[in-house]
């Protein structure tokens, strides 16, 4: 069964944590991006990669990090540097078309 | 760098009457518009896509329109149904450019009254 998956679907963070937010997919698409969503907004792009190994910042990739040592792989790192990190965290992934697949979203809370 | 907006922010229809959502664009290199839809709490699902090299497209309930001359594109869904409520998001990006980055509208949310 091909897709998007992400992990986990609610998180809860304290104040000062860093976390880390999951996105793998098994469609071998090359490409793999990760937005933001805040309540009734569009998707921005935080961070994006295009190949193994590499990878560049989006429009807000202040206080995330993210790596791609594997293409199934690109895991989000909302740091403590994030202010306003609480938002709906959406991974997607493309091929040599620009078709983005979106996976199911992380919800994000900072307590 | 391209830009996109999207109108109307909301979008109220009757069951059963069509709804337009309509899109501009910026860049006349882009050559590649999808549409996607977002339920609540979900990631949002394309539905229908369209290239340059055609005007309009179809399938089933939804259409797509193309005018690259005036650079805008519009989604059509007739006969609206209930489960059709959710937020709509265009998008456009020069198919094929790996330096390029798709650019979404903010999105329309429909509602389909009952």
């Known amino acids: 069964d091909g897709g998007i998956t992400q992990s986990p679907k609610y998180l809860f963070r304290k104040e000062g944590q860093n976390v880390t937010l999951s996105c793998e997919q098994n469609?071998?698409?090359?490409?793999m991006y990760w937005y933001r969503q805040d309540p009734g907004q569009g998707l921005r792009l935080i961070y994006y990669?295009?190949?193994?190994?590499?990878?560049q910042k989006g429009d807000i990739a202040e206080g995330y990090s993210v790596s791609r040592e594997k293409k199934e792989s690109f895991p989000l790192t909302v740091t403590s540097a994030q202010k306003n990190p609480t938002a709906f965290y959406l991974c997607?992934?493309?091929?040599?078309?620009?078709?983005?697949?979106f996976g199911p979203g992380t919800r994000l809370t900072v307590l | 760098g391209e830009n996109v907006e999207q109108h109307p922010s909301t979008l109220s229809v009757q069951e059963g009457d069509s709804a337009v959502i309509k899109c501009t664009y910026s860049?006349?290199?882009?050559?590649?518009f999808p549409w996607y839809k977002q339920e609540l709490g979900k990631g949002p699902q394309l539905i229908i896509d369209?290239?340059?090299?055609?005007g309009e497209k179809k399938d089933q309930r939804i259409a797509v329109t193309l005018n690259k001359t005036a650079k805008h594109f519009s989604l059509h869904i007739t006969e609206t149904q209930p489960e059709d409520s959710a937020v709509y998001f265009c998008?456009?990006?020069?198919?094929?450019?790996?330096?390029?980055?798709?650019?979404f509208g903010k999105g329309t949310r429909l509602h389909i009254l009952p």
């Open positions: 997607a992934s493309s091929s040599s078309t620009d078709t983005q697949y």
């Open positions: 469609l071998n698409h090359d490409a």
């Open positions: 990669s295009q190949i193994v190994n590499d990878f």
């Open positions: 860049d006349s290199a882009s050559n590649y």
């Open positions: 369209i290239r340059s090299n055609v």
């Open positions: 998008a456009a990006s020069i198919e094929g450019n790996r330096d390029d980055k798709i650019i």
